[in-house]
Structure formats: C-alpha cells, structure tokens
Nanobody
Framework: QVQLRESGGGLVQAGGSLSLSCTAS????????MGWYRQVPGKQRELVAT???????NYADSVKGRFTISRDNSLKTVYLQMNSLKPEDTGIYYC??????????WGQGTQVTVSS
C-alpha cells in the first residue's frame, strides 16, 4: 500500500549539483527513518544517507561534506542535496523508508549521471 516516488535525477557535469526528492503516498504511517541508496552496474545497492525521525543524519564516507539529507515529516518527503558531484556518484538512486515495525519500502529509482 505504500508507494515511494523519486524525482530530480538527471545528467550533470562533474562539480555540479542535483537535488533529489522522494514522497511517500498511500499510507498514514509515520516512518522511523528515510534514506537514499544507490546502485551501479556490478555492485550491490549501497547506503548513501539516512535520516531517522528526530535523530542524527548518517552519510556514507564517500559523500560526507558533499551531500545533505533532510526530511519533511508532514509531507512524508525526504530530500538529498548533492553538491560537488563526481563521476563515481553516477548510479540509480533509490529512496528508502522504514516503518516502526521494521518493514522497508523502496522507490523505483532515479538515474543520476555525472560526466567528467
């Protein structure tokens, strides 16, 4: 019943910026945490950033200082501001949400491509 919809992906030159957003619909459940993962060919999906409800943000070492995650609980939306993008940031970015019972939900992904 829960649906997550990502938007904001695209093609950008190295050093540029993109802003992603993800909105949950179809439920009144408040999420314990929301976050972003990414996947590149030949690799497993990896954590980019998470933000628990009322907690501290967490970032992968590779994006610390460049990416910022935030959320708006009233809108059930999570954002990812990506600055100083590098070619290795290229991948499909997936929105993730976890409810208080531990169930995880995933969006369909949005493509981010960073050219050198």
């Amino acid at each position: 019943q829960v649906q997550l919809r990502e938007s904001g992906g695209g093609l950008v030159q190295a050093g540029g910026s993109l802003s992603l957003s993800c909105t949950a619909s179809g439920t009144l459940i408040n999420f314990y945490a929301m976050g972003w993962y990414r996947q590149v060919p030949g690799k497993q999906r990896e954590l980019v950033a998470t933000i628990p409800s009322g907690g501290r943000t967490n970032y992968a070492d590779s994006v610390k200082g460049r990416f910022t995650i935030s959320r708006d609980n009233s809108l059930k939306t999570v954002y990812l501001q990506m600055n100083s993008l590098k070619p290795e940031d290229t991948g499909i970015y997936y929105c993730n949400a976890a409810d208080w019972g531990g169930r995880a939900y995933w969006g369909q992904g949005t493509q981010v491509t960073v050219s050198s």
